[in-house]
């Protein structure tokens, strides 16, 4: 199994980009799809989620900025990051959260956000 992410930079404070997950070994349409973050010396935290039905949830912390989305064609989840801060600067992690709960992460990509 392998998700591997790309799409994270440096970006300036209120700038946009867009993270992709692509991956491989999973039945991706029967999985439940996250994205998740980690500053330095913080605990991973949950950012958003697409069930394998396509509901999205968000945490209040980049909802109405950030759209998670999927491509089951392309075994792809995105990302879509809008009004970018400083806070948001992390390493990013893509999960996939399989129907049997066997759980797979990304090695993660660095989004960093200048003031």
């Known amino acids: 199994v392998q998700l591997v992410e790309s799409g994270g930079g440096l970006v300036q404070a209120g700038g946009s980009l867009r993270l992709s997950c692509a991956a491989s070994g999973i039945i991706f349409s029967l999985n439940d799809m996250a994205w998740y973050r980690q500053a330095p010396g913080t605990q991973r935290e949950w950012v958003a989620t697409?069930?394998?039905?396509?509901?999205?949830n968000y945490a209040d912390s980049v909802k109405g900025r950030f759209t998670i989305s999927r491509d089951n064609a392309k075994n792809t989840v995105y990302l879509q990051m809008n009004s970018l801060k400083p806070e948001d600067t992390s390493v990013w992690y893509c999960?996939?959260?399989?129907?049997?709960?066997?759980?797979?992460w990304g090695q993660g990509t660095q989004v960093t956000v200048s003031s």
């Open positions: 999960n996939a959260l399989g129907v049997e709960g066997i759980t797979y």
């Open positions: 697409i069930t394998r039905g396509g509901t999205t």
